[in-house]
């Protein structure tokens, strides 16, 4: 029998900034909503969480919004 790894929400939610604040350093040309849509799909956040990791990059970027 195989051992699945699950893993919490909140350390997707938190991958998922990091992995944005590093693309947006990686290519600045990219629109924010771009990262965090593909952030979204490849960490498989669900629509709310989405929306939270967009505020979260908002607030790290000072006040930038996602949209």
Do not use: C
């Not at 919490?8 to 992995?19: G, M, V």
Request: hydrophobic fraction near 40%; glycine fraction near 4%; aromatic fraction near 2%.
């Amino acid at each position: 029998m195989e051992d699945s790894t699950v893993v919490p929400k909140s350390d997707l939610l938190r991958k998922a900034l990091e992995h944005v604040l590093e693309q947006r350093a990686l290519f600045p040309e990219k629109s924010v909503t771009t990262i965090v849509d593909e952030a979204a799909m490849r960490f498989n956040l669900s629509p709310l969480d989405a929306d939270a990791l967009g505020r979260l990059v908002a607030e790290e970027t000072g006040g930038e919004k996602k949209a």
